[in-house]
T-cell receptor, first 114, second 113 residues
Framework: AQTVTQSQPEMSVQEAETVTLSCTYDTSESDYYLFWYKQPPSRQMILVIRQEAYKQQNATENRFSVNFQKAAKSFSLKISDSQLGDAAMYFCAYRSKNGNKLVFGAGTILRVKS | DAGVIQSPRHEVTEMGQEVTLRCKPISGHNSLFWYRQTMMRGLELLIYFNNNVPIDDSGMPEDRFSAKMPNASFSTLKIQPSEPRDSAVYFC???????????FGPGTRLTVL
């Protein structure tokens, strides 16, 4: 069974600075998808970014980018120019290419200081 | 476009009562998922449907939980009888079948006293 590990329960970043959230996963599959979801205090789960495992190029979405290291089974999220609105719980998630189930990590709370 | 709609947003009930949570997926999406979020267990999949048919209910905790999808635009998750340990946030998500991205509703916060 696949597992997702987020080893940082909590992180802090100064406004306008850059922060990196870590995620590792375990799988025997070669093709899959990885995601980062953001959960602000409103509880809404918001998709931040997605990565297809067969694509070597790291995904980017504006200030959000990932460092996908397939061999190391690592999928970190970098947030540049952090804003107060980035404060939230961030979840890393895995999905098999041929499956439907999302497997989530435990989450990392990100605090942004002004 | 409207996103995934869940109701109610908050539910407080007493132990032993029946609870019904409702979900309307994004129009056109034919896969629907029910997740539960707790402090102890994090986010876990309870059940999912493809084209209104339950495909995997292995995450349903016990027989007190049941889910239905009578049509493409509506699903329910029922707990009968409810217990305090069922207190959690329940999320519904939908996607196009075979698509990789699931879109989540706002969740229902259930408190069982």
């Amino acid at each position: 069974a696949q597992t997702v590990t987020q080893s940082q329960p909590e992180m802090s970043v100064q406004e306008a600075e850059t922060v990196t959230l870590s995620c590792t996963y375990d799988t025997s599959e070669s093709d899959y998808y990885l995601f980062w979801y953001k959960q602000p205090p409103s509880r809404q789960m918001i998709l931040v970014i997605r990565q297809e495992a067969y694509k070597q190029q790291n995904a980017t979405e504006n200030r959000f980018s990932v460092n996908f290291q397939k061999a190391a089974k690592s999928f970190s999220l970098k947030i540049s120019d952090s804003q107060l609105g980035d404060a939230a719980m961030y979840f890393c998630a895995y999905r098999s290419k041929n499956g439907n189930k999302l497997v989530f990590g435990a989450g990392t709370i990100l605090r942004v200081k002004s | 476009d409207a996103g995934v709609i869940q109701s109610p947003r908050h539910e407080v009930t007493e132990m032993g009562q029946e609870v019904t949570l409702r979900c309307k997926p994004i129009s056109g999406h034919n896969s629907l998922f029910w997740y539960r979020q707790t402090m102890m267990r994090g986010l876990e999949l309870l059940i999912y449907f493809n084209n209104n048919v339950p495909i995997d209910d292995s995450g349903m905790p016990e027989d007190r939980f049941s889910a239905k999808m009578p049509n493409a635009s509506f699903s329910t998750l029922k707990i009968q009888p409810s217990e305090p340990r069922d207190s959690a946030v329940y999320f519904c998500a939908s996607s196009l079948q075979g698509a990789d991205t699931q879109y989540f509703g706002p969740g229902t916060r259930l408190t069982v006293l």
